[in-house]
T-cell receptor
């Protein structure tokens, strides 16, 4: 089955700096890769996703890159702000394989003022 | 439009007691899921359902049962609670496979403590 690893487990950056979180997956058939953000005490919410036919996707200060050959994808946050402090989860899924995602263990991002 | 709701928000059980967690969604989603979240372990799938009347096991199903008698509701049962089931439980829902709309919408969570 699919296995998703995520690094680092914790990340501290200064406000205004960039943050990068990397995930690797094991199933080469996976083709959908979402990122969820979970603020303290809140529910996870989708912030960006990418499909395997695309190498990069951007949404304002957030971008995701995908390297299918190496089986890894990364979340990039630029110009970080205190409200970016949260736990970020990556996940991987195969089409037509049920809606089961396999989530990574999460990265706790702290943006220091 | 309330989205995904969960009942209760908090619960404390003694070992051996039983309880049912209720999840409801008003988005007409086909798929529903139950996850547990433990520190450092992310979200682990307990059971899921791909439609009314169907259920299937996820990654960590032991000690839990589920039912989906109505499309909008997904119940998670603990028949004999154990301290290892102390966790935060999240319900989620999404559209069906054929839509290619994979986003999962999560409920607010239920914090369960078993003493």
């Amino acid at each position: 089955g699919e296995n998703v690893e995520q690094h680092p487990s914790t990340l501290s950056v200064q406000e205004g700096d960039s943050a990068v979180i990397k995930c690797t997956y094991s199933d080469s058939a996976s083709n959908y890769f979402p990122w969820y953000k979970q603020e303290l005490g809140k529910r996870p919410q989708l912030i960006i996703d990418i499909r395997s036919n695309v190498g990069e996707k951007k949404d304002q200060r957030i971008a995701v890159t995908l390297n299918k050959t190496a089986k890894h994808f990364s979340l990039h946050i630029t110009e970080t702000q205190p409200e970016d402090s949260a736990v970020y989860f990556c996940a991987a899924k195969r089409d037509n394989y049920g809606q089961n995602f396999v989530f990574g263990p999460g990265t706790r991002l702290s943006v220091l003022p | 439009n309330a989205g995904v709701t969960q009942t209760p928000k908090f619960r404390v059980l003694k070992t051996g007691q039983s309880m049912t967690l209720l999840c409801a969604q008003d988005m007409n989603h086909e798929y529903m899921y139950w996850y547990r979240q433990d520190p450092g372990m992310g979200l682990r799938l307990i059971h899921y359902s791909v439609g009314e009347g169907t259920t299937a096991k996820g990654e960590v199903p032991d000690g839990y049962n589920v039912s989906r008698l109505k499309k909008q509701n997904f119940l998670l049962g603990l028949e004999s609670a154990a301290p290892s089931q102390t966790s935060v439980y999240f319900c989620a829902s999404s559209y069906g496979e054929g839509t290619a709309l994979y986003e999962q919408y999560f409920g607010p969570g239920t914090r369960l403590t078993v003493t």
